[in-house]
């Protein structure tokens, strides 16, 4: 079941067969993540449970903590564990893990970092409250203070190319802009080619009442059989969906009910579940602190994305799961056969809203902010400019005019929260997906056999061996290499699309 | 509206008022809480939401915050700032408090706090289990961990009667086991006399089906117009009620719904709430963080317990909410009227579950507890042996023999939290709250009026003034003297609960 020899390799050995110095450095990771912990509950309750008059009693709370677990990341005790391990296994995994995060955290002044978390938790609520508004003026003196700090951000890290490189490189280690730009631009025309093929657009059953106690029963039931284990887990409710990995054992999946779009928390739900699952298998097949993380934010957009829409949204998969959906919802699936619900399911069309876009035009979404990020972090874009600047970019990827600000430049959270460089992380996340996807259909041939029948474990087993039981020992891009024998191809992701999207009558 | 004129004096001047020291203590004291917000939450949290296979994890989490949180307790930085306020005003109730909670702390060694923060998470669970169970076994060693911490907290904190002392005095400031046990010997009589003046209980209204999204709307209005403000607070469920004061604005109630009795949830959220508006005063009040708390929880209780029974059992409130209860149940209301229901939900005799008695018997429950952990702690009383003592003790004040340790000996939540000398500041609590409504239905002679209107903000006004304001400016003891002109009395509590159950055909 292994694609290549390599892939067999273990990236880590067992505390029993490590050296002293390893078990030293993993045991003060481990420390280190159970007290982290505290501070990413701190971040899911302020998005999912936190009173409103709370909210500035929380900024301070994140800041005064943010500042506590930075002097102890960057700490001579942590640099001399992990020196020591370097003296043992210079090349090794945890040496180069480690390293990284210390020197990274070391570049950053704490008031620097508490800054930065004090004016993303400002920048979020005065975010919600301007999306509310659609009033961009209320988030810009926010967004210009995040941006300059992501500026200085970059500074500190420093750079080759670019400024834009400092903050990607966070997100997906290695991957630069100059990279990122053609794999857009070789999106670009075959996915308008696909959009322009499309039939009229119909997801009338989609909009029709689906009660919300039976989206949340259905939904949980299809991602416990997926295989995210809610002893070790939990879903709850936002404004915009997350996965948490909030310690160990603890992964929360978040989701928004809308009674009159079932797409909006099914598939939401099965997105942060794929996050979920990948989360929650370091606990499960005991990894090391030192590793047990994804190397990026791609690989885990990969296995969200996988989960959603290569899997989820597949025929195979409703072969199984929709007389399930006929028995929780006999009203709204009456007079709805299988074949016309995956075709609904499957629209596509140009939209304006990145969070309820189908996955061939979302491509298209994150080269919009892709090329605003990129233009304002390098200081080639003022935020007062960006308003108009993002409907000129959607004009160029779309061909379409925002009706709104709320339907435009403040739909998302992500700059609220300082994340700039996160965005092209979402299609490097479709790219690996489709490119592993290749290598695993024909590692477990009976691929679509297993959806028909609802039975996830072989294809879980795949992604343990050849993704999940390396954690971070590997970047996203080491590890399409080990696994497909080549480099990042956005052609398995072309192929995918046309297979899916072309044959429409 | 004030009953004595030093009720009216200031406890505390505004900033712009005080001295540099003061300033500059407040300051810290304020970036203490905020940092403290997030072991709350941790613990709130742990109670409410954190999946079952999380535990182990949050036990490490709130391990190591702990000590993070003692070492700042500690620190020779707050010593300096404490020491400077005493300098100025050494007996200003800012000294007083901090030098306190400093003089506490500094007590405990780190890893004895933080073995003990271990040890109460772990407790909880084994308690949950060994409760689910009925398997006390499971529990014991657990309990007997948690004791020989507690006794050793009694040793490094230092009494001078007996060791119970040191750690009742950490709820309830001054207040002493030889006080407790004549107070409630003073109880046992008169209401073992009422208790068998009552008429053969009749519940079978509140046993009704009452639809649990009902409760919970009607919950949330009840203690909405009763002051607290859901714009600062929340209200979930969990196993166990309680109400956690999580941050600043931040206040969050816990409740539990049984279809088929309603007092479970209407009175718990209710007395909930009374923590809550209790809590939430202080941030409305704009209190200093050193003064922005209970002076204990006797005080505390005085609030829940007031207003879930002296008002929230009275025929004038009900006589405002009956009509709207009937609203949202016009099924479980058909046929009944407001006599009928006040009647039921005054409903008192003796029973097993301590957190479902009725506020009659309610002290007697306390009184078993109050005597099993002073033995416990005073080295009278094996763990082992506490099952049998509890069975013992429940046949001494109420004449029962609980039929298995689910509805005796493990019922509560408090010991498996490491909390022993708790207990007797609930009967505390009721006898405050008797103690204050005498004199608040003479400052404030329309009550009646008001709850028939269902009209608080009069009766809040009174607490403020006479209560909330001070924080723990004085000692529930000292408040008790400055409201009433006299010691702490079980006078009005036997006053009221002769007025409320001795009438009874």
């Known amino acids: 079941m292994t694609s290549t020899p390599a892939a067999a390799a273990a990236s880590w050995?067992?505390?029993?067969?490590?050296?002293?110095?390893?078990?030293?450095?993993?045991e003060w990771v481990s420390g280190h993540r159970d007290l982290a912990a505290a501070m990413r509950l701190l971040g899911w309750d302020q998005q999912t449970k936190?009173?409103?008059?709370?909210?500035?009693?929380?900024?301070?709370t994140m800041g005064a903590f943010r500042s506590i677990l930075h002097e102890r990341a960057t700490s001579p005790e942590l640099e001399r564990l992990i020196a020591a391990v370097e003296d043992v296994d210079p090349d090794g995994p945890e040496a180069r893990v480690t390293r990284?995060?210390?020197?990274?955290?070391?570049?950053?002044?704490?008031?620097?970092?508490?800054?930065?978390?004090?004016?993303?938790?400002?920048?979020?609520?005065?975010?919600?409250?301007?999306?509310?508004?659609?009033?961009?003026?209320?988030?810009?003196?926010?967004?210009?203070?995040?941006?300059?700090?992501?500026?200085?951000?970059?500074?500190?890290?420093?750079?080759?190319?670019?400024?834009?490189?400092?903050?990607?490189?966070?997100?997906?280690?290695?991957?630069?802009?100059?990279?990122?730009?053609?794999?857009?631009?070789?999106?670009?025309?075959?996915?308008?080619?696909?959009?322009?093929l499309q039939p009229e657009p119909d997801t009338a059953v989609l909009e029709r009442s689906w009660h919300v106690a039976g989206q949340e029963r259905f939904g949980r039931e299809v991602v416990a059989r997926m295989g995210f284990d809610f002893a070790a887990g939990r879903l709850d409710e936002t404004v915009h969906p997350f996965c948490a990995g909030v310690g160990?054992?603890?992964?929360?999946?978040?989701?928004?009910?809308?009674?009159?779009?079932?797409?909006?928390?099914?598939?939401?739900?099965?997105?942060?579940?794929?996050?979920?699952i990948y989360d929650q298998s370091f606990d499960r097949l005991g990894l090391p602190a030192t590793l047990a993380d994804a190397p990026g934010l791609g690989m885990h957009e990969s296995q969200s994305r996988g989960f959603e829409n290569v899997i989820g949204r597949s025929r195979p998969f409703w072969?199984?799961?929709?007389?399930?959906?006929?028995?929780?919802?006999?009203?709204?699936?009456?007079?709805?056969?299988?074949?016309?619900?995956?075709?609904?399911?499957?629209?596509?069309?140009?939209?304006?809203?990145?969070?309820?876009?189908?996955?061939?035009?979302?491509?298209?979404?994150?080269?919009?902010?892709f090329e605003l990020e990129r233009a304002l972090v390098n200081g080639d874009l003022a935020v007062r400019d960006l308003p108009e600047a993002w409907n000129a970019g959607f004009e160029k990827w779309f061909g379409m005019h925002p009706p709104s600000d709320r339907e435009g430049v403040l739909?998302?959270?992500?700059?609220?929260?300082?994340?700039?460089?996160?965005f092209p992380?979402?299609?490097?996340?479709?790219?690996?997906?489709?490119?592993?996807?290749?290598?695993?259909?024909?590692?477990?041939?009976?691929?679509?056999?297993?959806?028909?029948?609802g039975s996830y474990e072989p294809i879980l087993a795949w992604f343990d061996e050849h993704v999940y039981r390396h954690g971070q020992a590997f970047t996203g891009?080491?590890?399409?290499?080990?696994?497909?024998?080549?480099?990042?191809?956005?052609?398995?992701l072309l192929r995918y699309l046309d297979d899916r999207f072309g044959r429409q009558p």
């Open 50 to 60: 936190l009173p409103p008059k709370g909210q500035p009693g929380r900024a301070r």
């Open 319 to 369: 072969e199984h799961w929709f007389p399930r959906l006929c028995e929780v919802f006999p009203d709204a699936t009456a007079g709805v056969d299988l074949d016309a619900f995956v075709r609904q399911v499957n629209t596509a069309r140009r939209s304006f809203i990145r969070v309820e876009a189908d996955e061939l035009s979302y491509n298209l979404h994150l080269a919009v902010r």
């Open 477 to 492: 891009r080491q590890l399409v290499e080990r696994i497909t024998g080549g480099p990042v191809d956005v052609g398995p």
């Open 100 to 196: 990284r995060a210390f020197d990274q955290a070391s570049k950053f002044p704490v008031e620097h970092v508490r800054a930065r978390v004090e004016a993303a938790s400002a920048g979020y609520v005065a975010w919600e409250q301007a999306r509310t508004a659609d009033d961009f003026a209320t988030f810009q003196p926010h967004l210009e203070r995040l941006l300059d700090l992501s500026r200085r951000d970059a500074d500190y890290l420093g750079y080759e190319a670019e400024p834009y490189d400092a903050l990607h490189d966070l997100y997906e280690e290695g991957s630069r802009a100059a990279d990122i730009e053609p794999m857009f631009e070789s999106l670009r025309e075959p996915i308008n080619r696909l959009l322009d």
């Open 248 to 276: 160990a054992f603890d992964t929360r999946l978040t989701t928004r009910y809308d009674e009159h779009w079932l797409p909006c928390s099914l598939f939401g739900t099965i997105h942060e579940a794929g996050h979920g």
């Open 13 to 26: 050995l067992p505390d029993e067969e490590v050296s002293g110095a390893h078990r030293a450095l993993r």
């Open 411 to 422: 739909q998302d959270v992500h700059w609220s929260g300082g994340s700039l460089g996160y």
């Open 425 to 453: 992380t979402y299609t490097l996340g479709n790219v690996y997906a489709a490119q592993f996807t290749e290598v695993a259909r024909r590692d477990v041939p009976q691929w679509d056999e297993l959806l028909r029948s």
